[in-house]
């Protein structure tokens, strides 16, 4: 089903679908797994937005607060009357600081290793690739040559989970003075950037900031994307940390609780059909037969 849905020809890469699901707690509103081109996603921020924001659209639920579950805990989602959705995400955290990596084409570059509800390795703009939406072929060859270094060296997460995000980060040319905050271009799974200021990505910049000292708990961190969207993150101190007896020498500095606020919009509605006798039913790139 996921590659039926999201890859071509009824999908594109850049889609992030999520099946609703029954909850394993029936006092939680629903449960959500978010899948992408490639593989499942243990949390989606700014799918957990559109989430919510469908089901206020389908007369699910109305404004208030709602606890979803994801395969990664249970993630609380506040809705306002005027359509803003802030969630608070999954205990988030530096996992490593500063990794010095080899990149083939670039060089030597530092960042940081964070999870945020998905794995991400952290790393300054390069000085030559711009953030700007005229720059994303630059943007996704640099981020697909760092994704394959780490690859190549066995840099990892926690208990030897894949990297499987990229994010850039510089200052923002465009939010107001004084401003905390950042513009970013996130490399997904499976090649796609994402269109989003991406709200895991978000959660893994804050606390890296947080271990760093460099934001404080309750401060407003604002983390832009290359379109111009931007989400509105905080965080909380976390419950302590979270450490890997494989890096010893750097451990895990304490984790937060995220909180990320965005808008989304229901754009349209349709029906799928999966025909078994369309040789493309399940995804063009799928091998993957349907469930009898």
């Known amino acids: ?5 999201v890859e071509e020809p009824r999908g594109s890469d850049v889609f992030v679908g999520a099946l609703l699901c029954s909850p394993c707690d029936s006092q939680n509103t ?49 809705l306002s009357p005027d359509g ?32 945020g ?36 060296t066995g840099v990892h997460g926690a208990d030897g989970a894949v990297i499987d995000h990229v994010e850039l980060y510089s200052p923002s040319p465009t939010l107001p003075a004084g401003t905390r905050g950042a513009r970013t271009f996130v490399l997904c799974p499976g090649g796609a950037w994402d269109r989003s200021p991406c709200g895991t990505g978000t959660s893994a910049k804050m606390a890296c900031l947080a271990a760093a000292g460099a934001l404080e708990p309750g401060e407003i961190w604002n983390q ?22 494989s890096h010893s020498e750097t451990p895990a500095a304490p984790s937060i609780l995220p909180t990320i606020s965005g808008t989304a919009h229901v754009m349209s509605e349709g029906s799928l059909y999966f025909d078994p006798d369309d040789p493309f039913c399940w995804g063009l790139n799928s091998s993957s037969q349907p469930v009898q």
């Open 84 to 115: 803003k959705v802030t969630i608070a995400n999954v205990p988030s955290y530096r996992f490593r600081a500063s990794v010095e990596l080899e990149v083939s084409g670039i060089g030597r570059i530092q960042g940081d290793v964070a999870w």
């Open 224 to 245: 832009e994307s290359i379109i111009g969207s931007v989400f509105e993150g905080s965080y909380q101190v976390g419950p302590g940390p979270v450490d890997d007896s």
């Open 117 to 152: 509800g998905n794995w991400f390795f952290l790393v300054p703009t390069p000085s030559d690739q711009p953030l700007e939406l005229s720059n994303v072929r630059g943007l996704i060859d640099t981020t697909e040559r760092i994704r394959a270094a780490l690859e190549r």
């Open 30 to 78: 629903a449960g959500v797994i978010f899948f992408n081109n490639v593989d499942i996603l243990g949390m989606c921020g700014h799918g957990m937005i559109g989430v919510i924001a469908s089901l206020h659209h389908l007369g699910r639920i109305e404004s208030g607060s709602h606890r979803i579950e994801t395969p990664v805990g249970v993630v609380e989602a506040m």
């Open 1 to 5: 089903m996921r590659s039926g849905v």
